[in-house]
């Protein structure tokens, strides 16, 4: 132990300064592979590593994580240390040798301390009782101290935000267990979930109908379109205050939703600076679209092209498209196991309508053009699928499926565990 204490030390000596830890710790969503994916897609396998079960390591400039833009990750955190135990009773000792120094770098004012923990063997109970053992050590030097209790393992958004754990004296510190070590982090920020919410409920046009696709789902969908990102331009993003748009001249590229419904996917584009052309089949859609795009630009102006026309995928001709990100036809939306041949029937008629588009647009984009689909399957048993036929036969109809190093196909898969029809994330390059 006096080997980690060292070593932990020197660590904490720079813990102010984020610029100077080049490693970054993304807590990851409900469903982590989704987040890992993304991740991957943005930024490289070479650059992301799984930190246990819901957390990733990612070797980038934390300025270019651009997180306001990722839909997988719910948490950034600064990694700190890594320690060579996952026993809770040393973590302890390393919380109560180091958190009385720390205390005493931050802004006068009382500390707001909140512990959250991923995948070690350790109850809610042990968990306060830490923090109040480590309160305790930090008083003694004359700091107060607030401990923000725990209803579950890991603090919620919600909680920190209600606590600003992550402003000038708070600290949300992570434990991760990875393998036999454990990963140390601290919370730099969260998601915007008042934003995310407004954007989701807010919007003037909504449309059950047709499904409600969330925007956080909706710019993982447009993140692995759009693939690896140049890191010149994530550097001229750094300086963009969150929330405000993004100039087009930083991605100067088109990205196409072919099924737009009620614009949740052309949103998300604008916002992340891209120029967007929705088109749909319904009429009622493009002016739902419409309305909500004009909401969004409201208080805003975003120096993007924003096109929109109705048009049948299977048969449309679209211009000047660079990526393509779309929530395709997922069929009935069934709330139990329907009859074997009403399921049969609800496949066939998917299959059909998005070969089909996918045969239409092939011949319309230059090869080597990435597109992100969420295609429909079926939770026929718990956690066991029924898939599109259509995916078994991607390269006879002129693409490629992306390989992850980090996930499967398997686990692109978006979904409740009550829920009949998921969203399958397809990931494809034209041949």
Known sequence: MIFVNIIVI???????????????????????????????????????????????????????????????????????????????????????????????????GKMRLGLSVIGLDVSVKQIEATGLTVKKAVKKTGRNVRLVPNKELELNTAQVIHNQLTGPTGWELYFIRDGDKTVVAQTVKVQDIESYTRRDRGRPKRDTRVGMLPPKLAQIIINLAAGKLPEEQLQNICDIPAGEPIPRKYFEKTVLDSFCGTGVVLQEALLMGYDVYGTDLESRMVEYSHANLDWLTSDQVYDATITLEPGDATNHQWKDVDVVAAETYLGRPFTSQPPQEILNQTVSECNLIIKKFLHNIHGQLKAGTRLCLAVPAWQIKQNQFKHLPLLDSLEEIGYNRIEFERVQHGDLLYYRADQIVARELLVLTTK
């Not at 102010?16 to 490693?23: C, F, L, R």
């Not at 799984?50 to 934390?62: Q, R």
Request: proline fraction near 4%.
């Open 10 to 108: 020197n660590i904490f000596n720079a813990i102010g300064d984020i610029m100077q830890m080049m490693n970054s710790v993304l807590i990851l969503g409900r469903q982590p592979a989704l987040g890992l994916a993304e991740l991957e897609s943005l930024y490289g396998s070479e650059k992301v590593s799984a930190v246990g079960s819901n957390a990733a390591l990612v070797e980038v400039d934390p300025c270019l994580l651009a997180f306001d833009r990722l839909g997988g990750s719910t948490k950034f955190c600064k990694h700190l240390t890594t320690l060579d135990t996952t026993n809770w009773k040393q973590i302890e000792k390393f919380l109560v040798d180091v958190s009385p120094g720390h205390s005493q770098q931050m802004p006068e």
